[in-house]
Every structure is written in structure tokens, then in C-alpha cells.
């Protein structure tokens, strides 16, 4: 990390114990029961992980689910525990933590994505297109893309493997990974927060169309709500005054890193091609658009 670009492409904590290094994310062990989650600038397209960092990317999606876990404390315990990032790692180590981390507890995580959707629009509308129904729950005929659905839906997935790509499921699949009961908790609260959520949203000139929620278990068998929340890396944020339904509006997301690697002549698969330099500003700046919109 160089103090000139302000990004962090890749962490290197060497007084705690490595974990895992994921898309985005990279996890380290704090002593037996908690975790520090990295929030890296990396970024990842059609399931690669791009070669360019974009600038203050972990800082803003670290800012944004410490705001939304703090606005959505009453609905759903979270994995937080109040503890700084900072005072776990040596002195030299905190430039690479500041504002883009969280300390959490251990959880045992679902196996499943808690997938809401409030519009058909994505994997959903494919689906809809296809069978009238989004992962086996049928809807009504004649719906556009984009359009609001009559009533928030919860379409759960699969967590696929790295490279891969995440499965819908039905409901009657995530009660058999997770059991019944849970299942249908996730489904209750994933719902409310959605809803809640997207009703704020909505008064701060944003729609949520559709988001993932993750969930954990801790030893008592306790729902938690983890990993981030309601960030453009997990849901799907648009500007109100661009939404018209029969064609999908802009993102406040990586979109326009998609477009521009739809032009390029690339297979989709690593290596990925450099970013220019205007692609990297401009996506930077959708971020923090989104995050000042939510907050102010």
C-alpha cells in the first residue's frame, strides 16, 4: 500500500495467523473465537479477481456495513464486537487496517445465500423468463424487467466455490441444507431487513432492488447476521430518479467495470486486462457516491 494511491491490494499481517484469502476479503485469527476481516480495493468481475485495486473500495463497503449494522441492530444480532481493528495488529500493521476492517466473532457460517428480492431483474428475471417463477416461486404473467414485484421474495442460493458460480435453490433445498426451522427464520428476517432497509433507501433518492444477506450460528445455535451488509458488492442499488421499468437501470456498483470489459477482447477468465485509469476514478467514485447518498 503506498500512502500516494490509497488503496491496499492485497493485505500482510504477519503477527496474526493467516486464514483465508477470499475475492475481496482477506481473514485473519484473533486468538481462538474471533476473526479480523480485511476489506481489501480488490475487485472482482465475471468471478475474477481484476489486477487493479479500485481507490477507498474496503473503506467505503467497511463504512457502509458498520452503518447498516448499527441502523439494523434491532432486528438481528450481528457478529460485530466493538473491538479495533487497530489494537490487534502491531504498530506497523495498523496502515493496513485503518477504516477497512472489522473484529468478529467465530461463527459457524449457513451454508446458504439469504438472496431477497423486492424487483425481477439479474438471475431472477432470467429465471422468471424461462419458467414464470424465480426459484420455484411462481409469479404473476405479464411482469416487465425491473418491474416491482407485488411482494418481497426470498430466493435463496447456494454458496459455490471459488470460480464458480452461485446456484438458486428452492426453499424446500435451503430447509434441507440448514433444517426446517432455521430456514424459515432466515427467510422471516432476511425479509424485514430487506424491507426495512429498502423503505430508508428509498427516502435517500436509492432503490434496492435486490440484496444477500449471510448468517452464522453461534454455540448456543443463535441466528447472526455476518459478512457485510447491504453494500453495491452485495446488493443491488439503483438511483431512483434513472428507474424505468422494461429495461435495467444503472448501478451504483462495479457496472461500470463490466461494461467496459464487455468491449475488450477477453475470455473471461484470469489473467483479466488492466483497467484504465478513468475506469478506476469513475468506479471509485460510484462507491462513495452511493455511501454519502445513504448516510448524510
Known amino acids: 500500500m503506498t500512502a500516494a494511491s490509497a488503496t491496499l491490494f492485497e493485505s500482510s499481517i504477519k503477527s496474526l495467523k493467516f486464514l483465508h484469502r477470499g475475492k475481496v476479503r482477506d481473514l485473519y485469527a484473533v486468538g481462538e473465537d474471533r476473526l479480523l476481516v480485511i476489506q481489501t480495493d480488490r475487485l472482482s468481475a465475471f468471478d475474477v479477481v481484476l489486477p487493479d485495486p479500485i481507490p477507498d473500495k474496503g473503506r467505503v463497503l467497511t463504512e457502509m456495513s458498520l452503518w447498516w449494522f448499527g441502523k439494523l441492530g434491532g432486528v438481528m444480532p450481528n457478529h460485530l464486537t466493538g473491538v479495533a481493528p487497530e489494537t490487534v495488529v502491531a504498530p506497523g500493521e495498523r496502515d493496513q487496517v485503518a477504516g477497512r476492517a472489522m473484529v468478529v466473532r467465530k461463527l459457524a457460517p449457513l451454508l446458504i ?83 426495512e432497509a429498502a ?92 455511501l454519502a447518498l445513504l448516510t448524510a
Do not use: M
Not at 141 to 166: C, M, N, Q, W, Y
Not at 168 to 193: D, H, M, P, T, W
Open 113 to 195: 445465500e439469504a438472496v431477497v428480492r423486492g424487483y425481477i431483474i439479474g438471475s431472477g428475471w432470467k429465471d422468471y423468463q424461462k419458467t414464470g417463477a424465480v426459484c420455484g416461486i411462481r409469479l404473476p404473467a405479464g411482469l416487465r424487467e425491473a418491474e416491482k414485484l407485488p411482494e418481497v421474495i426470498f430466493t435463496p442460493a447456494t454458496k459455490a466455490p471459488a470460480g464458480s458460480h452461485d446456484e438458486n435453490i428452492s426453499f424446500e433445498q435451503a430447509a434441507r441444507i440448514v433444517g426446517a426451522g432455521l430456514a424459515e427464520k432466515v427467510r422471516a428476517v432476511s425479509i424485514r431487513l430487506y424491507s
Open 199 to 290: 423503505d430508508y433507501a428509498r427516502t435517500r433518492g436509492i432503490i434496492i432492488a435486490d440484496t444477500k444477506f449471510e448468517f452464522g450460528v453461534d454455540r448456543d445455535g443463535g441466528l447472526v447476521l455476518i459478512d457485510e451488509i447491504l453494500t453495491p458488492d452485495s446488493s443491488r442499488f439503483w438511483p431512483v430518479s434513472e428507474y424505468r421499468v422494461g429495461t435495467s437501470p444503472p448501478s451504483f456498483d462495479k457496472q461500470i467495470v463490466r461494461d467496459w470489459l464487455e468491449t475488450q477482447p477477453w475470455n473471461k477468465k484470469a489473467p483479466a486486462p488492466r483497467l484504465p485509469a478513468d475506469v478506476l476514478r469513475r468506479t471509485s467514485e460510484k462507491y462513495q457516491e452511493v
